[in-house]
């Protein structure tokens, strides 16, 4: 592995592979390195980092199909993509959820999916 990122996002998981799975398709990003308890990821603008929960405490946790968005969740990554149609077939695709309208912005258009344990995440395309 190369030196360790400058910024990031750390994501705990119950399923690691299907957590990691998920962003490496949806953000086209490259496993720098996996093991039993991590994967790091790198896309093009940012490094994650899909941690497993430790089995003491993922055991209680329950995980529905298809995922239920976590709405109180206190922070919500956002990421850049090539495309949102794509994007979000890939997550559907993946096990995630595509979760509310797409919201213009300036210089862009953004839309929200969950993951396959139902982390919210923020989707934005730069339009013209």
């Known amino acids: 592995m190369s030196a360790p990122a400058r910024t990031g996002v750390l994501i705990y998981a119950k399923n690691l592979l299907s957590v990691s ?3 490496e398709q949806v953000l086209d990003a490259r496993v720098l390195h996996a093991d ?6 790198q896309s093009s603008d940012a490094q994650l980092i899909i941690h497993a929960i430790p089995e003491q405490y ?3 946790i329950v995980i529905q199909l298809p995922p239920v968005a976590r709405e109180e969740q206190a922070i919500k ?16 695709q993946c096990g995630g ?5 797409v919201w213009p912005g300036p210089g862009m258009q953004v839309r929200n ?5 139902g982390n919210i995440v923020h989707l934005r395309e730069s339009v013209a």
């Open 58 to 60: 993922s055991r209680s």
């Open 21 to 23: 799975t998920f962003y």
């Open 97 to 101: 959820r595509v979760w509310g309208p």
């Open 36 to 41: 039993d308890e991590h994967r790091v990821l």
């Open 113 to 117: 999916v969950c993951d396959p344990e």
């Open 77 to 92: 990554p956002f990421f850049t993509v090539p495309s949102l149609a794509t994007a979000e077939r890939i997550a559907e």
